[in-house]
């Protein structure tokens, strides 16, 4: 089973979003929320506290869970994150070759890394 927590940052009606790099083994080429696995002995929130900060370089300070859910042999837990200090900039290319604000419609069309994400992005902007 594989932990992951990810979350998404909301500003002024829009959502932060990464591409994930063509070359990943796993979802390549889509968009997808900001996160990772969860360590041994970390709880969902403090994994994404810290994959926010190794990935973004920013630190969660408000964040609410929206969805646990799994998918074959992914358990995903999904925050919104409404609060934190630092300007997300990409510190980890080989993971998100590009990082970018969307409004809600600037969503349909994109490829997101999963079906579930563009309703959480849709609850999250509403």
């Known amino acids: 089973m594989h932990r992951v927590a990810a979350g998404l940052l909301v500003a002024d009606g829009r959502v932060l979003?990464?591409?994930?790099?063509?070359e990943r083994q796993n979802y390549?080429?889509?968009w997808d929320a900001v996160g990772g696995h969860i360590e041994t002995g970390e709880s969902p929130e403090q994994a994404l506290v810290?994959?926010?900060?190794?990935e973004i370089g920013?630190?969660?300070?408000?964040?609410?869970l929206a969805?646990?859910?799994r998918i074959d042999d992914l358990e995903l837990h999904a925050f919104v994150i409404e609060g934190w200090h630092g300007t997300p900039t990409n510190l980890a290319p080989d993971e998100h070759d590009d990082l970018r604000w969307f409004g809600p419609d600037e969503l349909p069309g994109l490829r997101l890394a999963h079906p579930a994400l563009g309703d959480l992005v849709?609850?999250?902007l509403a």
């Open 17 to 22: 979003l990464g591409h994930r790099h063509p």
């Open 28 to 30: 390549p080429d889509c």
């Open 50 to 54: 810290r994959e926010c900060h190794e």
């Open 58 to 64: 920013v630190v969660v300070t408000r964040a609410r």
């Open 67 to 69: 969805l646990t859910t």
């Open 122 to 124: 849709a609850a999250a």
